[in-house]
T-cell receptor, first 117, second 110 residues
Framework: AAGVIQSPRHLIKEKRETATLKCYPI?????VYWYQQGPGQDPQFLIS???????DKGSIPDRFSAQQFSDYHSELNMSSLELGDSALYFC???FGQGGGHSGNTIYFGEGSWLTVV | TQLLEQSPQFLSIQEGENLTVYCNSS?????LQWYRQEPGEGPVLLVT?????EVKKLKRLTFQFGDARKDSSLHITAAQPGDTGLYLC??????????FGKGTRLSVIA
C-alpha cells in the first residue's frame, strides 16, 4: 500500500538559506500534519491542513510557512535557517482531522533530515 | 509541561523477558496511538485504542487503554532483539493534532 512520501530525505543548508520540504499524503487522505523532531526529542507538532486550509498551528516559527495544494500534497518552506532548525521533519496524513476516532488514524512518512551548517 | 508522560524512559532487558511501558496523563484523550520508531525513520503505527478499557493484541504486544481514557500501557511478552526501538505514545483529543510522549527507548539483548 502507498505510504506518505517525503522529499528530499536529506538536505544540507547553510545558515540564513531557505529550504523547502515536500509531502505527498496517502491517496484519498485529506489532512496533512508537519512535525519536527530534534535529536533525542519527541515529535513536536508544527502545523496541519485539512482540505487545503490550515486547521491547526503548533510551535511553527514565523520563519516557516506551509500550504496544502489542490492535489493535497503539502510543502513546508523554511527561511533564514538557523542551526537550531537541524532536525528530522515528519509529514503525516489522515483521512479526516485529528486522531480522535479510529477511522482517523495518522500515518507518518519516513521524514526529511535537515542539517543546517 | 509534558501532556503525556511515558515511563520508563530507558529499558534494557534480556531476550525472552516480559516488559510493560506506561503512558500517563491527567487529561482525557479520545484516542491514543502507539508508534515504534527506528533511528532516522518515521514513527510506524502499531495500534490505535479508542474505547476506555479497550485491550488490543498484536502478536506478542498487548495494548490497554485505561477506563478513564487518561492512560495506556504496552506489554511485550517474551521480548526479542527485533523489538528494540523507541516506543512512542501519542494522544488525540477530538480533532486536535496528536501530542506525543517523550518515548521509551527499549533495548533487547540477545
Amino acid at each position: 500500500a502507498a505510504g506518505v512520501i517525503q522529499s528530499p530525505r536529506h538536505l544540507i543548508k547553510e545558515k540564513r538559506e531557505t529550504a523547502t520540504l515536500k509531502c505527498y499524503p496517502i491517496p484519498r487522505h485529506d489532512t496533512v500534519y508537519w512535525y519536527q523532531q530534534g535529536p533525542g526529542q519527541d515529535p513536536q507538532f508544527l502545523i496541519s491542513f485539512y482540505e487545503k486550509m490550515q486547521s491547526d498551528k503548533g510551535s511553527i516559527p514565523d520563519r516557516f510557512s506551509a500550504q496544502q495544494f489542490s492535489d493535497y500534497h503539502s510543502e513546508l518552506n523554511m527561511s533564514s535557517l538557523e542551526l537550531g532548525d537541524s532536525a528530522l521533519y515528519f509529514c503525516a496524513s489522515s483521512f479526516g482531522q485529528g486522531g480522535g476516532h479510529s477511522g482517523n488514524t495518522i500515518y507518518f512518512g519516513e521524514g526529511s533530515w535537515l542539517t543546517v551548517v | 509541561t509534558q501532556l503525556l508522560e511515558q515511563s520508563p524512559q530507558f529499558l534494557s532487558i534480556q531476550e525472552g523477558e516480559n516488559l510493560t511501558v506506561y503512558c500517563n496523563s491527567s487529561s482525557v484523550f479520545s484516542s491514543l496511538q502507539w508508534y515504534r520508531q527506528e533511528p532516522g525513520e518515521g514513527p510506524v503505527l502499531l495500534v490505535t485504542v479508542v474505547t476506555g478499557g479497550e485491550v488490543k493484541k498484536l502478536k506478542r504486544l498487548t495494548f490497554q487503554f485505561g477506563d478513564a481514557r487518561k492512560d495506556s500501557s504496552l506489554h511485550i511478552t517474551a521480548a526479542q532483539p527485533g523489538d528494540t526501538g523507541l516506543y512512542l505514545c501519542a494522544g488525540a483529543r477530538g480533532n486536535t493534532p496528536l501530542v506525543f510522549g517523550k518515548g521509551t527507548r527499549l533495548s533487547v539483548i540477545a
